[in-house]
């Protein structure tokens, strides 16, 4: 069954409004780990996220799927899901939701599984959850996906253990997990970080196909330019808690405006680089950021910050179908 | 899984010897030695030296740790001094009661700590979860003495709900099946002879079970914490399981690990305790035994205790490492 692909002007499957995550401990401030984030995700869409460590990657996806401790973490915006807002909807329902409508890969994917429940079961207990199948159906569901998924010898490595299995194997298990109960949205967090390279690039082959077989929309988080370059319609581009950019790929490849983006794209190896050619790395650190309250976070780390950087918040700001949070951005001819 | 079990029944083996050695070596390295002992009074150097000629203990201590063994595999433990009788004799006679009593407590300590524990940790923070850690801290702290008669006044002479000492009560004493009382009143329907049994066992139970118990809590609770917060439970999250399932299959039979390796190590603190709560309750089982032959230097008594000890310690640890290997099928293969 293969899903046809959607209109690109389809209501939006998930919409996410100034969603904003601060973490609260007695006796320190508040750390705003996601500080109002916008985007919208279409039917059978490919979405990427990217961004550097700690700039709310995992934290994002991790208030969308509910899954922050109630403690100690305070979460406001709003999050739509056909329409229907998951922030205030009741634990009960959102586990409903949770693995059928939406769900998870995460990027360790040995720590990810149960060490001590065989993957088969860990693959049937979330269809018997959501599909009501029974035990025989379930398993045989379970050998299918795990065949589908590219795993030798399915009907045998049902009763596998996750450490019998390669990294690869194991994350090839936790997208058929994922995928078992054909979700329409999937959250993949750094899914190729924990893996070798040449596994990585599998891995994402298989994603991507996995995901057009399925129909379902895809929000892939990376830090990694690299990946969101052969899978995602879309590019986010996240820094300290906000999108700073975003556009279609190849414009956001083509033409980075943002001078974090324009950094991000100098700082990646290409094997068509010119001879000579010096890889630049972004200065600084995220330690560095100023608080976007009334600043640019990225101003200390930034080639072309101005006065205004230090004294206003630059807003997002869409021109002809580009987000860009800047006062100074790259020329469009720079490139 | 079977050649697993083998490889450790037979790792099993060593452990004792060496055990056996220290438990040899030990008594003797006692000042006085079993001849002076035994002599008492009557003790003169000659006579010592007689007595431990015939002994056997002026021989080289290889050789006497060679004689020992040779006797311990044939079953021969020696003749008590106190009372004369074969000590195997005498040990058979009292361990129905020490293991009733120990199973009680330990019974007590897993089926009341396990659920404790989970629900600690899942009302972290909370009164339960306060309440519950003081708890743990009393209980590990007050000595078994000093809780056992504090319950022993209490309960059995202030209120007289319990009887104070002895497993039960003579008029009800139920015919002897297995020397296990409260067993034996089930198995010949004498239900009075049951009943009476488990009230004489309540107290002298509760009170050895206090210190595993509050072992137990702790560990479970911070077992439990600790899994709570892995990835795989989050990943059980994001699936959107029943939390019955995300607790029972994802949080508690990964947090049993370590808490059935500190259940094994209990048990070897638990036989330490029951000699105390056993003086307490008057039991007569075998922490008697072993107090009496301590204070009255009865060698061959000890050395079998001792022994006995040593084999239940590493046969409980063997049972815990099954068990482990049941849970988690990591440890099968290394
Ligand atoms: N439980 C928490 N308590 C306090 N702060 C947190 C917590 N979780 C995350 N943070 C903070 O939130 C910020 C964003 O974290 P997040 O994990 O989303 O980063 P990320 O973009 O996923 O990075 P990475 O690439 O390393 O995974 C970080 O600065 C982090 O310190
Ligand atoms: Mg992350």
């Keep these: ?335 | 899984m079977l050649r697993f079990v083998l490889r450790r029944l037979l790792q099993v083996i060593p452990t004792l010897l060496l055990l056996s050695l220290l438990v040899f070596a030990w008594l003797r390295s006692l000042p006085g030695g079993p001849a002076s002992a035994f002599l008492g009074d009557r003790a003169t150097p000659e006579r010592i030296a007689e007595l431990n000629r015939v002994l056997g203990l002026d021989q080289p201590v290889l050789v006497q740790y060679g004689r020992f063994l040779g006797r311990v595999l044939t079953g021969d433990f020696g003749v008590s001094t106190i009372t004369g009788q074969p000590v195997l004799t005498e040990i058979g006679r009292a361990l129905p009661a020490t293991v009733e009593l120990s199973v009680a407590a330990l019974l007590i300590a897993v089926l009341l700590g396990i659920p404790l524990g989970y629900l600690a940790a899942s009302k972290r923070g909370g009164p339960l979860d306060i309440s519950t850690i003081i708890g743990t801290l009393v209980g590990v702290a007050v000595p078994v003495f000093f809780l056992g008669y504090l319950l022993k006044a209490f309960f059995a002479v202030e209120l007289g709900w319990f009887p104070p000492s002895g497993r039960q009560a003579i008029a009800l004493d139920a015919t002897d099946v297995t020397g296990f009382a409260v067993l034996d009143g089930l198995l010949t329907r004498e239900w009075d002879a049951s009943w009476d049994a488990i009230l004489h066992l309540t107290l002298p139970a509760i009170t050895l079970a206090t210190i595993p118990l509050a072992v137990i809590v702790r560990i479970t609770r911070a077992s439990v914490l600790d899994v709570m917060g892995s990835d795989f439970v989050r990943t059980a999250n994001s699936k959107g399981l029943a939390p019955g399932t995300v607790r029972g299959r994802h949080v508690l039979r990964n947090a049993l690990l370590p808490v059935s390796t500190v259940i094994g190590l209990q048990v070897g603190l638990l036989l330490a305790g029951a000699v105390l709560t056993e003086k307490v309750f008057v039991w007569g089982g075998l922490g008697t035994l072993l107090a009496d032959a301590i204070t009255l230097k009865d060698y061959p008594r000890l050395q079998a205790l001792l022994l006995l000890g040593a084999l239940v310690y590493v046969l409980v640890n063997l049972l815990v490492d099954l068990s482990y290997a049941i849970i988690d099928p990591r440890v099968r293969l290394t």
């Design chain 1, 1 to 335: 069954m293969t899903a046809p692909r959607p209109t690109p002007t389809a209501e939006p499957l998930l919409q996410v409004r100034d969603l904003r995550v601060a973490f609260r401990r007695r006796g320190e401030p508040d750390t705003l780990a996601v500080d109002g984030v916008s985007f919208d995700v279409a039917p059978g869409q490919v979405v990427g996220l990217v961004g550097e460590s700690g700039c709310g990657k995992s934290v994002t996806s991790m208030a969308i799927m509910r899954l922050l401790p109630r403690r100690g973490v305070q979460i406001t915006g709003s999050v739509k899901m056909d329409g229907e807002e998951l922030l205030t909807l009741s634990e009960a329902k959102m586990r409903e939701r949770r693995g059928r409508d939406l769900s998870m890969v995460f990027q360790d994917p040995l720590s990810s599984l149960n060490p001590v429940v065989p993957i088969g079961l860990q693959i049937t207990e979330v269809l018997r959850r959501h599909r009501g199948m029974d035990k025989e159906k379930a398993r045989q569901a379970a050998v299918d996906l795990l065949d589908r998924v590219g795993i030798p010898d399915p009907r045998r490595r049902v009763t596998a253990y996750p450490h019998q299995l390669s990294g690869g194997m194991r994350q090839r298990v936790m997208i058929a997990i994922a995928l078992a109960c054909r979700p329409r949205l999937l959250i993949a967090d750094e899914p190729t970080t924990a893996l070798d390279v040449t596994i990585q690039a599998q891995i994402l082959e298989l994603l991507k196909e996995m995901v057009a077989e399925t129909g379902a929309a895809l929000i892939m988080i990376t830090h990694d330019l690299g990946v969101v370059a052969g899978l995602c319609e879309t590019v986010n581009v996240l820094y300290g808690g906000r999108i700073v950019e975003r556009a279609q790929r190849h414009r956001l490849f083509g033409t980075p405006r943002h001078p974090y983006t324009h950094g991000l794209l100098r700082s990646i190896p290409r094997l068509d680089a010119a001879a000579g050619e010096q890889l630049e790395a972004i200065p600084g650190s995220v330690v560095d950021n100023l608080p976007w309250a009334h600043a640019c976070a990225f101003q200390p780390r930034c080639p072309r910050s101005v006065d205004r950087c230090v004294e206003v918040t630059p807003e997002a700001e869409n021109t002809g179908g580009r987000l860009l949070r800047c006062f100074n951005p790259v020329p469009a001819s720079a490139e």
